[in-house]
């Protein structure tokens, strides 16, 4: 990648701060977040820590987690790495009300639906199972219960589809 040549790809599940973080993960969601390894893929530093299943994705779907993640590793040069561990870890609170880390994977997120719009069509990104899904991230065990406001998630998606749509 030539805006980022230190990123590299990492198998989540050979890293032992890997395993570590989802057995803290685990204990701090009270098991609800348990497929920290075999589902999600982390950035931390310029490396992406992917889950087994990276190799059964499509190019489509590598697409579109990598502009995601690219997302965060643009932040990291904006905030370093000590920045934007205190806006992910700290603020508000680590569960419950962590506006830091809603804020990076808003942005992040957002990436995420003008990437499916580009590859699948503007009609994937309307999706309401896609959208679903993201007020699932924010306010479930996933990401540490991160925002409690389903209405305030859902108001954000409406907005990017909304510049979405005016963009064509």
Excluded at 4 to 12: L, N, S, T
Excluded at 58 to 86: I, K, S, W
Excluded at 122 to 147: C, I, K, N
């Amino acid at each position: 990648m030539h805006e980022f040549p230190e990123f590299r790809i990492v198998a989540k599940a050979d890293r032992g701060l890997q395993r570590l973080i989802d057995v803290a993960l685990k204990l701090v969601t009270l098991g609800g977040q348990h497929e920290y390894l075999t589902r999600y893929h982390t950035v931390l530093g310029y490396t992406l820590y992917v889950p087994a299943s990276w190799n059964d994705d499509t190019d489509a779907q590598r697409f579109v987690l990598l502009r995601h993640e690219r997302v965060h590793l643009r932040q990291r040069r904006r905030y370093g790495m000590l920045g934007m561990a205190v806006l992910y870890l700290l603020p508000i609170v680590p569960l419950g009300l962590a506006l830091g880390r809603a804020r990076l994977e808003w942005e992040a997120y957002a990436e995420t639906l003008r990437a499916t719009a580009e590859i699948h069509g503007l009609a994937a990104a309307r999706d309401p199972d896609m959208h679903e899904y993201l007020v699932r991230q924010f306010t479930s065990s996933a990401y540490g219960w991160m925002w409690p406001f389903p209405s305030t998630i859902r108001r954000w998606i409406r907005n990017v589809i909304d510049e979405l749509e005016a963009a064509r």
